[in-house]
């Protein structure tokens, strides 16, 4: 929602920049606490149940961010020394500061794709042989919607053939779902759905469900009961954050299905952007509320264009060489995005 005064930066950078609606607020102001540690704090616990049902898990742990997510994800399958299998551009290799290598002691078999998600075939020809020379795999990571590649959707039917392989070989795989939520409304398969073929999913709350704070990370009861220690190893353990759980229940309740909303921004979005010259969008990429626009054969350049846009008020990011990447979220409509089309008309055409 636009709020007064406002009106004039439409700010596109990420669905992270959202700031919590009144009834958020009002949610917060009258959560139950108690503390968290001990198991106490009866929103936290709500909270936690209500996401490991809608992802089809026994259990779900509340952490403070999704990096935290996946580091205890990843923590709590893989020892030091363990191999994980992961697509080239995903989350957890590219933005989470090295967590996976530095905290946890692992490394990564990469597999490079266009669209974000690969099949069990690509998975297969990289699992190590049981043998002293290699190193051993661990661990098999996806990531849906794929931030890098577009908010892209990963397959449920071959996230569903990757998890076979995986049981077959004695593999746990997790889901970097930080946007499932955007995925299950794209495609109107449930969450569990996904989940189902998985071992081990975390979700962000703070991403276009507009949360201010808050991840989880969700799988079988001994395996939370496990991901628990790590987390409070990693000083994650949270007191009376039933005031930040009480957002995040929130959220789910009243601003999950207008994900929708976003996700038809993103196109309106996608389609006025092909028309400038210079300007290339794969609308095939456009699924979510992600859009990643090729300007290599605009005269100013990504660097160019943010600049002057920044000054006319429109911010989004520069994400490579030739590459900005746009996000739509809950605090701009339909009019933000139709001005923030005319705007970059005018001053890039
Ligand atoms: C944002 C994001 C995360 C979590 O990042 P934080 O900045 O720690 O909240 C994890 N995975 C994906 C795919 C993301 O886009």
């Not at 403070?64 to 992961?86: F, L, P, R």
């Not at 189902?196 to 009861?221: D, E, M, W, Y």
Request: glycine fraction near 12%; aromatic fraction near 4%; charged fraction near 25%.
């Amino acid at each position: 929602m636009e709020r007064p005064g406002e009106a004039r930066m439409i700010d596109l950078r990420s669905d992270t920049v959202t700031r919590p609606s009144r009834g958020m607020r009002e949610a917060i102001a009258s959560a139950e606490v108690g503390d968290d540690v001990f198991g106490e704090d009866p929103t936290i616990n709500a909270l936690q149940e209500k996401v490991a049902g809608l992802l089809g898990k026994e259990a779900a742990l509340f952490v403070a961010s999704g990096t935290m997510a996946n580091t205890v994800a990843v923590k709590t399958h893989v020892g030091h020394g363990g191999e994980v299998i992961a697509e080239e551009g995903c989350h957890i290799f590219n933005y989470e500061s090295g967590s996976s290598a530095s905290i946890s002691g692992i490394q990564f078999r990469n597999i490079p794709t266009g669209m974000g998600h690969f099949t069990a075939v690509d998975v297969a020809a990289r699992l190590r042989p049981k043998e002293m020379h290699a190193p051993q795999t661990k661990l098999i990571a996806m990531e849906n919607t794929h931030n890098r590649a577009g908010g892209t959707v990963f397959p449920l039917e071959e996230m569903k053939k990757i998890g076979e392989l995986a049981r077959r070989n004695g593999i746990p795989v997790h889901l970097d779902g930080a946007r499932l939520w955007n995925a299950s409304i794209a495609t109107g398969v449930d969450m569990a759905e996904f989940g189902k073929t998985v071992h081990s999913v975390s979700v962000c709350l703070s991403k276009g469900l507009g949360a201010p704070v808050g991840s989880l990370v969700a799988g079988s009861k001994e395996y939370i009961d496990r991901a628990r220690v790590v987390r409070k190893m990693l000083g994650g353990g949270m007191r009376q954050a039933g005031i930040l759980a009480a957002a995040g229940l929130y959220a789910i309740e009243h601003q999950w299905e207008r994900l929708a909303e976003d996700h038809a921004n993103a196109r309106l979005l996608a389609e006025g952007l092909r028309r400038i010259p210079g300007m290339e969008v794969d609308l095939d990429r456009v699924q979510t509320n992600i859009v990643i626009v090729d300007v290599r054969e605009h005269p100013l350049g990504e660097k160019g264009i943010t600049e002057r846009m920044a000054e006319q008020g429109v911010l989004f990011l520069a994400i490579g060489p030739g590459r900005l990447r746009l996000v739509t979220h809950i605090d701009v409509s339909r009019p933000g995005i139709e001005e923030a089309l005319e705007r970059m008309e005018k001053a890039l055409s």
